[in-house]
């Protein structure tokens, strides 16, 4: 016969039959293991065993958990888990990588997102630059590529070309004349 425990929260003797459990170690009488979980979800938290503070499993938590207090509870463990993060473009929660180790020059941790089609790295939320571990390098380059692009990029409207030389915001061509005026008016 197994013998009777006690409920370290409300020292009420416990069946260990009847018992519940977050971590599948410590046993609470099912009223304060459900009184325990709620009150930590409303402070925003994922309910952790009292004495060892182990995140609960999911399976413990359908058990101890009212149906209201589900939903709750996997927004919360989703969003609180390393593997989950959300797209910088859409905000929809996306897988990630398990992570990769830069130092052995491995590629930078990054996801996909479905939803806007976005591969974005995990570390700075940035474009993905698999090439490039560094974050800073990477922004760097980025913005290096975007300042070319802008200043340096030819211009092609219905087969006008405009001079490279002139920064891309300022030049205007048209198709009638083929010219192309430069911000101080000049015709390049």
Known sequence: EPAVRTCPICFEALEPAAGETFCGVHLYCPDCASRSARAELRQGQVPRCPDCHVEIEPVAAQ???RFEDLERYYRLALWTNDGVAACPRCHEGVYTDAGCDLSAGGR???AFCPACAYEFCIECR???HPKVPDCDEAAQALRARRGTRRHGAQLSLNGTQA??????ACR?????TAMVTSRNGSLT
């Open 108 to 110: 930078c941790r990054s």
């Open 63 to 65: 058990r101890i958990l």
């Open 172 to 176: 205007m061509a048209t198709q009638s």
């Open 126 to 128: 940035g474009p993905a």
């Open 163 to 168: 001079s490279p030389a002139t920064p891309l």
